[in-house]
Antibody, heavy 121, light 107 residues
């Protein structure tokens, strides 16, 4: 059974940093591109980051570029999202997501339960 | 970047009704279109990919159609458990944008 378990969420002050982790099991983690999607309270879904299976290629949406860094440790089957210079508008539930890809064309068939990040003073 | 729009933003229908949600891409995306269902307080769930392929385990009352820029999600015979917000998503490369969502309620 595929499982994606996020951790590391919490309350952080504006300008602060936080690192999210996503522990994966039930599939060959090192074979899959992995992603982060977030959802602000009461709002829609926003795709934010992706990392290729070997970690050699990453993508960040413009709203987080230069502040967030996606990474992975295939030996630990773990995905990370390092977030810095956090803003109140980064407050959201952050989902770790996997799915099949055909080249760069990836949809999402498994989602973690999400980690809540609250940016507030 | 490709922008996704959905209509309507919300709808209310009776049990047994046929419900149609439209999704439009700002440029052609062939059939790289997925639909997700998010029930209140729950994690999004994949319903359809490749515009019309039903994900395993999804009830057959759900169907998808379209290609290029215009797509449709149809729920035949709406059920109480279908109360949810439905999102389309293009996965024609990053940024793999989501639509704003359509909230479906029971009348």
């Amino acid at each position: 059974e595929v499982q994606l378990v996020e951790s590391g969420g919490g309350l952080v002050q504006p300008g602060g940093s936080l690192r999210l982790s996503c522990s994966a099991s039930g599939f060959t983690f090192s074979s899959y591109t992995m992603h982060w999607v977030r959802q602000a309270p009461g709002k829609g879904l926003e795709y934010i980051s992706a990392i290729s299976s070997n970690g050699g290629s990453t993508y960040h949406v413009d709203s987080v570029k230069g502040r967030f860094t996606i990474s992975r440790d295939n030996s630990k089957s773990t995905l990370y999202l390092q977030m810095s210079s956090l803003r109140p508008e980064d407050t959201a539930v952050y989902y770790c997501v996997k799915g099949p890809c055909s080249g760069d064309n990836c949809y999402f068939d498994y989602w973690g339960q999400g980690a809540l990040v609250t940016v507030s003073s | 970047d490709i922008q996704m729009t959905q209509s309507p933003s919300s709808l209310s229908a009776s049990v047994g009704d046929r419900v149609t949600i439209t999704c439009r891409a700002s440029q052609g995306i062939t059939n790289y279109l997925a639909w997700y269902q998010q029930k209140p307080g729950k994690v999004p769930n994949l319903l359809i990919y490749a515009a019309s392929t039903l994900q395993s385990g999804v009830p057959s009352r759900f169907s998808g159609s379209g290609s290029g820029t215009d797509f449709t999600l149809t729920i035949n015979s709406l059920q109480p458990e279908d109360v949810a917000t439905y999102y389309c998503q293009t996965y024609n490369g990053p940024p793999r944008a989501f639509g704003p969502g359509t909230k479906v309620d029971i009348k």
